[in-house]
């Protein structure tokens, strides 16, 4: 009786700890979300101030829960490029903004995302507003960035500096040999190199190939961007990294990366002068958040009845399941295209990719709604960070496809793959698995036995069945023969500019640009945008998401970010059926 009732003490204590918890969070959650809806007031004279310290996705979950860590208890929210694209366009246009302070100590994009924000900053530059970037220091990433600005400066003691893009890749053959657990691969395309890390303890020269061949166009991208704002030649700026000229604010100085060092007191001195403000005033600084709640001007009447273009946003990979937020499944986007398609008031379509890939089958479930759409009206692709394998076969009979120079994309080609561990569960553990089957594959894929020569065969089958299909799709949706496709296919990933020159891409852009080829298809002046999937209600996604947590180790633990390297190894184990999949998670620092 003492024990029972010590463990029921202790259970109830760790029950109501999680109720009480969770009540706070959800008090402060819906209280954030009204603070959020303040409308702020944008005075004269104010300066838009940029701090992209948060991950920029294309579109951000409205649920608080979303990214919230609770071993800290903390809120870790994302930021929605479209909102910053829409805002960085408005201040363009709002005579209270008079320029932007770029605070660019770090920044969390991919560098297509970087790249379209760059761009929409060059745009609100050349309506003669200022620019003015600081940094305490600069990553290569955030100086990308900054170099768009008139003024670049830096912290004394802070650096800008460029080192060029690399890419590592971890193998995991010998760890799997000790283990006894065996990879079984079956694959169509020889630089379809995501299962590589399970084959080999080296880097395949295919593999090696594709990537300094797409490492090496963004790269040039770069250089090409950072020497135009900045006056310095390509080869200048190739010299700065390989001969690491660079190592400190001065070398930066002399070397015109940036126009000077500064303290921040000096920098906000700077930008009083610039709005004509007295010493002895404060400078009203509107940051990007505020900004979004900030007064719209009113809708003209006609353009609120004006035609509309719907804008799917399909992120994330590509699962089996319903989808959500952050997953494309075998429903969020296709309903998204069946709603736009059946919407009279929608004109045009813009299909915003931004996935690595993931199901087959999935993403043959998604095209058929994007071709069923392209019959009736126009449906533009617009690639953001990554649009690769299953990413580009959703895309490929769009209208039109476009694409960030910096987009990773390609990788048209197919792989399956399963463990079997019957080496480290009969030798190694010591564990005896019997089976009773009705059939003679009954157990297909089972982890303790290896396929059979026969299977195997089947798998193989299935394997060129998917990427005849593939190479079928693109061909069709891009004016090219099967051999053309396969040609460029085998699984190569190619940079947006090099997939514009062999024909799997047509325009070279992002969602702006997207949004504005769809409606000049659609033969629009004047239209409003629609967002897709329909979000779900904070409110309800909050209670939903208390509904799914029925104890305290689902409460804490199923929010909790895992490590990069043990994420892709939870994707791997979540892969069902043959995969159209990225061949590996690209992180470009």
Avoid at 347 to 370: D, F, H, Q, Y
Wanted: aromatic share 8%.
């Amino acid at each position: 009786m003492k024990n029972f009732l010590k463990y029921f003490l202790a259970s109830f204590l760790a029950f109501l700890i999680a109720l009480v918890v969770g009540v706070l969070i959800l008090a402060g959650s819906i209280g954030s979300m009204f603070d959020s809806e303040k409308v702020v007031e944008v005075k004269p004279n104010s300066i838009l101030k940029i701090t992209l310290d948060k991950p920029i996705v294309d579109r951000a979950p409205n649920n608080p829960f979303a990214n919230f860590n609770f071993g800290a208890f903390t809120p870790e929210s994302s930021m929605s490029l479209n909102q910053i694209l829409k805002n960085i366009d408005r201040a363009e246009k709002d005579e209270n903004i008079k320029g932007i302070l770029l605070y660019m100590t770090n920044v969390s994009a991919g560098s297509a995302t970087l790249s379209e924000i760059r761009n929409a900053l060059e745009k609100f530059k050349s309506s003669e507003k200022f620019i003015i970037s600081y940094a305490d220091y600069y990553t290569q990433n955030s100086y990308f960035l900054a170099s768009v600005a008139n003024e670049v400066y830096v912290n004394p003691e802070g650096m800008a500096g460029l080192q060029g893009y690399a890419a590592q890749v971890m193998f995991f053959k010998k760890t799997l040999d000790k283990l006894g657990i065996e990879p079984q691969v079956i694959r169509h395309g020889k630089y379809k190199s995501a299962v590589e890390p399970f084959l080999g303890n080296k880097m395949s020269e295919a593999n090696r190939e594709q990537i300094q061949e797409y490492l090496g166009s963004m790269w040039s991208e770069l250089l090409l961007k950072v020497g135009d704002s900045r006056t310095i030649t390509v080869e200048k700026l190739q010299r700065i990294a390989d001969e690491m000229l660079v190592t400190n604010s001065d070398e930066a100085v002399d070397h015109n990366l940036i126009d000077g060092t500064r303290y921040y007191d000096q920098i906000l001195a700077e930008l009083k002068t610039k709005v004509g403000l007295e010493e002895n005033k404060e400078l009203t600084f509107v940051s990007l958040g505020n900004y979004t709640h900030a007064p719209k001007p009113p809708k003209d009447k006609l353009l609120a009845n004006s035609g509309k273009i719907a804008v799917v946003y399909a992120q994330g990979e590509i699962g089996s399941g319903k989808g959500n937020d952050t997953e494309m499944g075998t429903e969020n986007i296709a309903k998204a295209l069946r709603s736009a398609r059946k919407d009279d008031k929608v004109k045009a379509v813009v299909l915003r990719v931004n996935s690595p890939g993931g199901s087959a089958l999935t993403s043959e479930v998604i095209l058929r709604e994007v071709q069923l759409t392209a019959e009736v009206k126009p449906v533009i692709a617009s690639m953001g960070n990554v649009a690769a394998s299953g990413g580009y076969y959703i895309s490929c009979l769009a209208d039109t496809i476009v694409a960030s120079p910096n987009t990773i994309t390609g990788s048209i080609g197919v792989f399956g793959l399963l463990f079997q561990a019957q080496e480290l569960i009969e030798e190694k553990i010591g564990i005896n698995v019997e089976t009773v089957s009705t059939a003679k594959h009954a157990d297909l894929g089972s982890m303790f036995r290896p396929l059979t020569t026969d299977e195997r065969a089947m798998i193989k089958r299935s394997i060129e069945d998917v990427y005849e299909t593939f190479i079928s799709h693109v061909a069709e949706g891009r004016g090219m023969t099967k051999e053309q496709v396969d040609e460029v296919g085998q699984g190569r990933v190619w940079s947006g500019r090099d997939a514009q020159r062999l024909g799997l891409v047509d325009v070279m852009g992002g969602l702006t640009d997207a949004i504005q080829i769809a409606a000049q298809r659609a033969g629009m002046e004047d239209y409003t945008i629609k967002e897709l999937p329909k979000q779900k209600d904070p409110i309800q996604q909050m209670l939903e998401e208390f509904g799914a947590a029925t104890s305290v180790r689902e409460l804490f633990f199923n929010n909790m970010k895992l490590n990069p390297y043990l994420e892709h190894l939870e994707k791997l184990t979540k892969m069902e059926g043959v995969q159209m999949r990225l061949p590996y998670d690209i992180e470009i620092k």
